[in-house]
């Protein structure tokens, strides 16, 4: 399968001209998926809901909006639903990696169980799980 997830830090650093070195890096990384030059990016409700939450909480809401819509209207990215075993795996992994978010760990457990192995993620935190690779660059891990 020639996709990868992206995180929602990626997205927010994307969306954050105040991020330095990492909205570049992010902003490239999202503008890349948009064009299709890198894999199709899984976005899961959870990576939307924590990334509308932080822009809404921050002031941002119409940001949010506009942000929600490029993820919608782009051929690069599918939105998708993580499944409830997915909640429940991501709770197991959760509890056993205390470095990993809640989220996070669902995330893991979504990849794992649609058979994606890269994220594009900043988080080390995904160092811990065997099955996942991130990836803080655009760089395409099937070329």
């Known amino acids: 399968m020639r996709a990868a997830l992206i995180d929602s830090n990626v997205i ?7 991020s330095g070195d990492r ?20 976005v899961t409700d959870y990576v939307i809901a924590e990334t509308l939450n932080l822009m809404h909480s921050r002031g941002a809401h119409q940001l ?28 197991d992994l959760y509890q056993r990696h205390q470095s990993l978010s809640f989220v996070d760990g669902v995330l893991a457990a979504y990849m794992r169980r649609v058979g994606l192995e890269y994220i594009y993620t900043f988080d080390s935190e995904f160092d811990a799980i065997e099955w996942v690779t991130p990836l803080n660059t655009a760089v395409n891990p099937f070329d």
């Open 12 to 18: 927010i650093y994307a969306r954050n001209e105040d």
């Open 23 to 42: 909205h570049d890096r992010a902003l490239e990384i999202v503008r890349a998926i948009d064009r299709g030059e890198l894999p199709t990016a899984h």
């Open 64 to 91: 949010g909006e506009e942000t929600y819509d490029l993820l919608n209207e782009s051929a690069g990215f599918e939105l998708r639903y993580a499944a409830k075993s997915d909640f429940k795996n991501g709770v």
